[in-house]
């Protein structure tokens, strides 16, 4: 009897043993599974504020180059804006911007650091993305151009002729564009002539000539040609701007003009006028034919390397629109930027405003320059006239570098 009642109790003691080693099994695995969970919670909380972080990062790029508004853009409030419409109670968000990083090509990209402060589930932490945005910013003020006005004072000029191209040229100087030029005044050969150059003493310079000399003499384009490439030869400008007007045609036939401008500015390497450098400059050539000009003669020597004796070069007007016909040729040289750097199609700014393409600007693909036009609401080339222009452009995909 005694030895069945020990048997029973060691049979209790060994299931209750099990029991309570199944139980505190149990509270393990209970445990373990919750803190599973709560790590399965962290992680799956990581990831989704990392994916918010990537998405409101791209939608700052995306916003800066549609909009060029860094300033809101850039800012803690928009961003948490951001978060909200993703229903995301957080997290906090910092934008910094970094400035410009341009490499050796002066290709340039405007980073932002993008920092996210949220609780995943084990206190605040912080992450952060560096974003780039590409950007080529053209400040009007810097215009690196020379502009060389070639004036035909032979005796056909004379009377309302040379009146009209002096009152014209008169204008142009006293305008005070923020342009260096120079000024040779021609007939058979070079009359007289003036250094490239801007500034008050310059301009007055220039005045006195037109004011001092009149119309005689017979047609030579050749001369003032070579005095504009010696010019060219002997200056350091990005880029140059021949303009020749003329009433008549060369006294020594049209071939001497045509293959000099052939083999010392249609032969250049054309990279130069697709990125137009101090040591590698562009040079085009317009000309403004005035009556009876010769128009053979002076489609032969215009235009540049890549588009060569050109009617879109060349204008061809009575002497009355003389003076409109010269402004139009010189906001075709100032209204406009390039070669640019950026790959298009590509979104065009003036400050924060964005310009429309065949309205506000047309692009040359070829030799990647953006013409302005003056259109309302936003008159683009009389901005960039007066030196109030900062035009910005902005193109292909945002990119995220993850720290």
């Not at 508004?69 to 997290?91: F, H, K, W």
């Not at 506000?360 to 070829?366: F, P, R, S, V």
Request: proline fraction near 3%; aromatic fraction near 8%; include cysteine.
């Amino acid at each position: 009897m005694e030895q069945n009642i020990l048997y029973i109790s060691k049979r209790l003691q060994s299931k209750g043993f099990a029991a309570l080693t199944t139980v505190l099994l149990a509270a393990v695995l209970a445990s373990i599974s919750l803190i599973a969970i709560q790590y399965g919670r962290i992680s799956l909380n990581i990831s989704y504020e990392k994916q918010l972080l990537d998405t409101c990062s791209i939608d700052v790029g995306e916003g800066i180059k549609n909009s060029n508004d860094i300033e809101t853009i850039c800012s803690s409030n928009t961003l948490n804006q951001c978060a909200i419409v993703l229903e995301s109670p957080e997290p906090d968000f910092f934008c910094e911007d970094l400035g410009l990083e341009c490499n050796a090509e002066d290709l340039c990209k405007r980073r932002f650091k993008i920092t996210s402060t949220y609780d995943p589930g084990r206190g605040y932490v912080s992450k952060e993305n560096i974003l780039e945005v590409n950007e080529e910013v053209h400040d009007i003020e810097l215009i690196d151009t020379a502009v060389i006005l070639l004036l035909d004072f032979s005796g056909s000029m004379q009377g309302n002729r040379i009146n009209q191209l002096k009152t014209t040229a008169r204008q142009f100087v006293n305008a005070d564009y923020n342009l260096n030029y120079s000024v040779v005044l021609y007939n058979d050969n070079v009359i007289i002539e003036t250094p490239i150059g801007k500034g008050q003493q310059h301009k007055l310079n220039v005045l006195s000539i037109l004011n001092t000399y009149n119309a005689g003499g017979g047609t030579n384009f050749l001369s003032p040609l070579n005095s504009a490439l010696s010019k060219i030869r002997n200056t350091d400008y990005e880029s140059y701007y021949i303009i020749l007007i003329s009433d008549g045609s060369p006294n020594e036939g049209i071939d001497p003009s045509r293959d000099f401008v052939q083999n010392n500015i249609f032969s250049i390497n054309p990279d130069n006028c697709r990125q137009t450098t101090v040591q590698n400059p562009c040079i085009t050539t317009y000309t403004l034919g005035v009556d009876n000009a010769n128009v053979a003669a002076l489609q032969s020597v215009s235009g540049n390397v890549l588009n060569q004796n050109s009617i879109d070069y060349n204008y061809i007007v009575n002497t009355q629109q003389v003076n409109g016909a010269f402004n139009a040729i010189i906001e075709e040289i100032m209204c406009k930027i390039g070669p640019v750097l950026a790959d298009y199609p590509a979104n065009i700014f003036n400050g924060l405003t964005l310009l429309e393409e065949n309205i506000d600007y047309t692009y040359n693909n070829e030799e990647k320059i953006f013409k302005f036009y003056d259109v309302a609401p936003f008159y683009a080339c009389t901005e960039m006239l007066s030196s109030n222009a900062q035009i910005t452009l902005r193109w292909g995909k945002t990119k995220i570098n993850v720290r």
